[in-house]
């Protein structure tokens, strides 16, 4: 009697117990990112924009939280992603910085991440879009499979292009496998030299329907010169103007077939960074050239990915995070009227500076939370970076994983607290500063104040700078001088984070 009843009681608190499992598993949230690539923070309307017209992604943020002080860790892409990916700090990584077409993985396998976190909570996992952390562990060979990569630091599914869409190679790749690769024809990559008698850039132009400005004349595909050499592949290389379509289908597909659990899709637009080539249904939608048009046909896709989770009933139960991984820029090395036809359009809104700048709008970027029936409509003013989601979302999914320069914030994310960080660090280009409540203070460097090529000033100036962004958005306004408390307290705390030491501060080169 005794011990049935032991049984009975044990069995039911088994039942229980898995009962709650199920129930928390079934309960987690999918939590979908939407990253762009190089879109400024006023380039939606949401943020001020007024001719270029983005009302899926101004539906997110009217609808959820829109940050108006969310930034990116970096103001170029690869450190950026980096961070959002590992909750770490890019520049505590050298590797972190603008990687070439052929370079190894830069994130360590037995490194934290994102997908790995949310994986031991039971989420499926998966990236569509932009990778640009590099593949494999030395020399690449194209031909077979390609590890470690995304799926090697806990993505379930990887349908990639491996670095930029003005690198080399112009392909996408499945799980580790060039998509569509054809054995009879290998590819090959080289960022030093060409191969014997390819066209380039430079020595073919009149086999280019979009010329090179600065850089990006090696080899050409559809017309367009890029960086880096590529040869052979044909079967496998993409076609610019559908590629967002080829994305947009797979996160897309990833959803639909992962609806019944939990999921996790880091979905990594590749618009509008050069070069921009909407599909023919976006030409000529915005008036401001490609450049426009990619940002109308990147919304688009927003709202595809929106009616998606809609239709398969998943809006409720997924918290939507959208974001871009650096400031604007018009012209990044191809002549394709994105200065021309720019009329009032302010990509960068209020701000100063672009992408490669330390100043606002090389990181200070879009930045919205959309959960509906869960996150109430506001703007939210409180600080928060990219870096902080990794423990942001551990809270979320009921994981105990921290890393250190990740904040937890995830009442600040779901717009129930406005208590952000106190302070963070700002990189761009290996160059870092500090904001820290409304202060910005920028060390002296050395360097041209402005990179001629795409016209953006990039923070460099000799002296100490100080800015109060709450009086002076622009950062016009140098306070070092006149508020000199104000300047020690700040270089204190930046080094108390950065450490004393000499910083390797190599810039980039923008020939
Ligand atoms: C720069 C490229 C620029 C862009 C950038 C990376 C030249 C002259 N410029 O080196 O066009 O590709 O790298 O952009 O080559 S990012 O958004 O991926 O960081
Ligand atoms: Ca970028």
């Known amino acids: 009697m005794k011990n ?3 049984a009975t009681t044990c069995l039911a608190a088994i039942a229980a117990c898995t009962d709650a499992k199920k129930e928390t598993v079934a ?3 999918n939590i979908v990112i939407v990253y762009a690539d190089d879109l400024g923070y006023g380039d939606a309307g949401a943020y001020g924009a007024t001719r270029l017209k983005t009302p899926n992604i ?6 959820g939280v829109r940050f108006t002080n969310g930034y990116s860790t970096s103001a170029t892409c690869t450190p950026s992603r980096y961070a959002l990916l590992t909750g770490v700090y890019p520049w505590r990584n050298e590797e972190a910085k603008i990687l070439p077409g052929s370079a190894p993985l830069i994130i360590d396998t037995a490194q934290m991440t994102v997908p790995k976190m949310l994986k031991e909570k039971g989420y499926h996992t998966g990236v569509v879009g932009k990778w640009h952390l590099g593949l494999g562990s030395g020399i690449v060979d194209w031909n077979k499979k390609i590890s470690p ?3 090697e630091i806990g993505f379930d599914y990887a349908y990639i292009m491996a670095a930029t869409q003005d690198r080399t190679p112009t392909v996408f790749l499945e799980n580790g496998w060039v998509a569509g690769l054809e054995k009879e024809d290998p590819l090959v990559v080289d960022y030093e030299n060409n191969f014997e008698g390819e066209p380039t850039g430079l020595a073919n132009p009149e086999l280019c329907k979009m010329k090179w400005h600065h850089g ?5 595909h559809n017309g367009i010169p890029r960086i880096g050499f590529q040869k052979g592949g044909k079967s496998a290389l993409w076609v610019d103007e559908d590629m967002s379509d080829t994305f947009l289908g797979k996160a897309k597909q990833y959803i639909q077939e992962n609806k019944g659990k939990p999921f996790f899709l880091y979905y990594a637009l590749q618009q509008p960074h050069v070069p921009r080539t909407p599909n023919q249904r976006f030409v000529g939608t915005s008036g401001m050239g490609p ?3 990619a940002i109308v046909e990147a919304d688009w896709c927003v709202g595809e990915l929106i009616k998606t989770l809609e239709k398969e009933g998943l809006l409720e139960s997924t918290l939507i995070i959208f974001s871009s991984d650096n400031g604007p820029v018009l012209n990044d090395g191809y002549i394709d009227e994105a200065v021309e036809k720019l009329g009032d359009h302010k990509p960068a ?8 700048s330390l100043f606002e709008a090389g990181t200070r970027m879009p930045f919205i939370t959309y959960w509906k029936g869960r996150i109430e409509p506001k703007v939210s003013d409180a600080l928060i970076s990219q870096v902080d989601l990794l423990s942001s979302l551990a809270k979320l999914a009921g994981s105990e994983i921290r890393v250190s320069d990740s904040q937890e914030l995830l009442n600040v994310l779901l717009g129930s607290s406005q208590h952000g960080r106190e302070e963070m660090i700002l990189e761009a280009t290996s160059r870092t500063a500090l904001r820290k409540g409304e202060w910005v203070m920028i060390p002296p460097y050395s360097g041209p104040a402005t990179n001629q090529s795409v016209n953006i000033e990039l923070g460099n100036a000799p002296q100490y700078q100080l800015y109060n962004l709450k009086e002076d958005i622009g950062q016009q306004k140098n306070l070092a001088e006149s508020a000199p408390e104000k300047l020690q307290e700040m270089i204190k705390t930046y080094e108390g984070i950065r450490g004393t030491g000499t910083q390797k501060i190599e810039q980039l080169e923008l020939k």
Request: proline letters at 10%; glycine letters at 20%.
């Open 4 to 6: 049935t009843l032991l």
């Open 27 to 29: 309960t987690l949230p």
């Open 58 to 63: 101004d539906q997110l943020a009217n609808g």
């Open 149 to 151: 990569g995304p799926n």
């Open 216 to 220: 990006h004349n090696n080899s050409i």
């Open 291 to 293: 450049r426009g048009d």
């Open 349 to 356: 809104g209020p701000l100063r500076g672009g992408k490669y």
